[in-house]
T-cell receptor, first 110, second 112 residues
Framework: QKEVEQDPGPLSVPEGAIVSLNCTYS??????FMWYRQYSRKGPELLMY????GNKEDGRFTAQVDKSSKYISLFIRDSQPSDSATYLC??????????FGQGTELSVKP | DARVTQTPRHKVTEMGQEVTMRCQPI?????VFWYRQTMMQGLELLAY????????DSGMPKDRFSAEMPDATLATLKIQPSEPRDSAVYFC??????????FGPGTRLTVL
């Protein structure tokens, strides 16, 4: 079993929909939780970064962490075609390594 | 606009050939990572360096892969001999010690 599990999708939604992306993890030592966005044929770029349990909001994006359930989520409100990309969750170990989920491919249709 | 650069962007080679990929981290970044991305396995860490010293290469097949940082502006990843299963996109990322890793555009490797 992988340390970080993420449904690879693909996920297709109409423009304006609320999108929910999720990851589960097994290592309780993970302290930092991130979401990266990767457009086709590009490198991943950091989208959101959280440390503690709870919610963090940035514009249309909300990252949620539930350490007790070992579950993190990314919500996208009012989704746009430009949000079409692969979203990867990542967890940082104490040694500084990032462990990535498989990535969820999202397509937002106009 | 500081960016991580990688060369070559695409490489097609035949099984058994040596492949060298290069990465120029963002100036001033002291930690460099090498990742491999495939459809099946996703994004996997191969090795990383801090202040040019290798810290962890446990994700790398030791018999054919090697990673080095000859100086602060250049990281290399070599595969010798290459095999078809090495076909993937190889990413380099760098950071200045914060938790934000900046990724390069990747090298798309195809081994025939």
């Amino acid at each position: 079993q992988k340390e970080v599990e993420q449904d690879p999708g693909p996920l297709s939604v109409p423009e304006g929909a609320i999108v929910s992306l999720n990851c589960t993890y097994s290592n309780s030592a993970f302290q930092y939780f991130m979401w990266y966005r990767q457009y086709s044929r590009k490198g991943p770029e950091l989208l959101m970064y959280t440390y503690s349990s709870g919610n963090k909001e940035d514009g249309r994006f909300t990252a949620q962490v539930d350490k007790s359930s070992k579950y993190i989520s990314l919500f996208i409100r009012d989704s746009q075609p430009s949000d079409s990309a692969t979203y990867l969750c990542a967890m940082r170990t104490q040694g500084g390594k990032l462990i990535f989920g498989q990535g969820t491919e999202l397509s937002v249709k106009p | 606009d500081a960016r991580v650069t990688q060369t070559p962007r695409h490489k097609v080679t035949e099984m058994g050939q040596e492949v060298t990929m290069r990465c120029q981290p963002i100036l001033g970044h002291n930690t460099v990572f090498w990742y491999r991305q495939t459809m099946m396995q996703g994004l996997e860490l191969l090795a990383y360096f801090r202040n040019r010293a290798p810290l962890d290469d446990s994700g790398m097949p030791k018999d054919r892969f090697s990673a080095e940082m000859p100086d602060a502006t250049l990281a290399t990843l070599k595969i010798q001999p290459s095999e078809p299963r090495d076909s993937a996109v190889y990413f380099c990322a760098s950071t200045a010690g914060s938790d934000t890793q900046y990724f390069g555009p990747g090298t798309r490797l195809t081994v025939l």
